[in-house]
Structure formats: C-alpha cells, structure tokens
C-alpha cells in the first residue's frame, strides 16, 4: 500500500522536473540565508522605536552536500546588500529581514536617523537593486515617528507588516490616530498588509504591541502580542486570516 506521504513526495518530485525542463527553475539553485548583523544592545522587540545605528544586512552563500541536500557551511564570507540603497552602513538601523519564496528578494526595515521612523525596503538577493517602499511616515501627536518594521512576503505579492501609524480616514476616533502601549506607553504597533500600488489595510487592533507577522499555510497571519496588567505580563501569540483578518485566535498563551 502506498502512503499519502509517498504519493505528495513523488509528485513534487515530478513538477519539479517539468519545472526545471521548461526553465522556471534552476536544477541546482545553491542557497543562501540573510541576516543583520549590529552592535549589541539590551533593547527588546518592544523597544522598536530605539535608533540603533550601525547595522548591516549580509548576505551568506552557502554550500550543500550533493547527496544528502543538506547546508554543511558557509561558500564565502557574507556580503552586504545594502551596497546600492543609496544609504550610509554607519547610520542604517536594520531590522528583521524576510526572503522571497523564488530567492530573489529579500524584504526589510531600515532607517537611518533617529528623525524618521522605521520603513520598508526590499532588495534583490544579488544586491543590484535597491528600494525604498515608501509607506506613510511622519509622526505621531507627541512628534515620536512613525514605523513599518518586520515586513513578511505572504501569498498574491502582498507584504505583511507591523505598524504604528493610525487610520487616518476610519470613522472611529480612537482608531485614527497612532497610540501608545498600556503598559510601557511605547508607540503601540498593529499587523497590516499592503499590495503594491494599492492602500495598506490593518488586520488587527489590539492595545498592546502586536509584531513579526508570518503566514501560515492555512492563509493564516501568525504574530506575536504584548499582553499586560498591573500585575501581568506576557508575550504571546495569535493568528488571523489574511484575507479579512477574522478567525482571530490563540496560538500560544491566553
């Protein structure tokens, strides 16, 4: 009897072959990984708001063993990519990069100076090109700037984010304008999603800090929560659908 697992296997292993026949993907790809290397600090996730200069985002090549497919090491020593952003290295703050699902981008936030507010950048995974997203900036009542961190590519070509501005248009007051964070009174952060060209669209609307969106293959945004009392704290994790953000439910932590 064949398993289910045997019959999945076996068919990727033929669309994969009809893919690389037809030239929509490459036999052997290699691999790479990207990470943002920056000076210590003792800031949390929370502290987002925090310039901290000085960071880098690289590029590692990485080598795999023919038989087995598995990393065994690095190819070469890492790379910048933020070589043609048109930017300084020593005054980027980068934060938490995410890699397209084909290789070829890579998705982050970046500022570079402690006037404005964190943004979304994305740069192709050989470095030559280099842009800034560009979504809503300014700041806040109290003149704190506002942010786009932790970008995530998620399915149609839409990028998930979180974000501290307001919805300047929605007919709830309260929902309008930037917030603060209970229990900190940090700028508050909800999740969003934004197509190219189109208008980003809010997916949550909790008090406390929600952040690091990523999807699931349910169509599932998951993402981290700050939960707080006088007498609590907690980070946590939930999960909402993309494409209208109901099905709100806990994923970890209540």
């Not at 938490?96 to 994305?122: C, H, N, Y």
């Not at 907690?234 to 999960?239: A, E, L, P």
């Amino acid at each position: 009897e064949t398993s289910h697992g045997c019959i999945v296997s076996t068919w990727h292993q033929l669309e994969r072959r009809i893919a690389v026949e037809t030239g929509q993907l490459t036999a052997e790809p290699g691999a790479i990984g990207v990470f943002v290397t920056r000076p210590p600090n003792s800031d949390r996730h929370i502290d987002f708001d925090n310039y901290r200069p000085g960071a880098d985002l690289l590029r590692m090549d990485l080598t795999i063993d023919p038989v087995t497919k598995r990393i065994t090491g690095l190819a070469n020593q890492p790379t910048s990519l933020l070589t043609n952003c048109g930017i300084d290295v020593a005054t980027a703050d980068v934060r938490r990069p995410d890699i397209k699902g084909d290789g070829t981008e890579v998705v982050f936030a970046m500022r570079t100076s402690a006037a404005e507010g964190l943004d979304i950048w994305q740069v192709t995974t050989d470095g030559v090109t280099c842009e800034r997203i560009g979504l809503q900036g300014g700041v806040d009542s109290t003149g704190t700037p506002i942010h786009h961190f932790d970008p995530a590519y998620a399915p149609g070509g839409v990028l998930l984010f979180a974000s501290s501005q307001g919805e300047g248009e929605h007919p709830d007051p309260q929902r309008q304008y930037a917030s603060r964070t209970p229990k900190h009174c940090l700028p508050n952060s909800n999740i969003w999603v934004y197509a190219r060209g189109g208008t980003p669209k809010r997916l949550s609307f909790l008090n406390g800090a929600e952040f690091q969106p990523r999807m699931l293959h349910t169509r599932e945004v998951t993402y981290a929560i700050e939960k707080a009392a006088p007498d609590f704290y907690q980070i946590s994790h939930r999960s909402i659908r993309l494409d209208d953000g109901g099905g709100y439910r806990p994923q970890l932590g209540q």
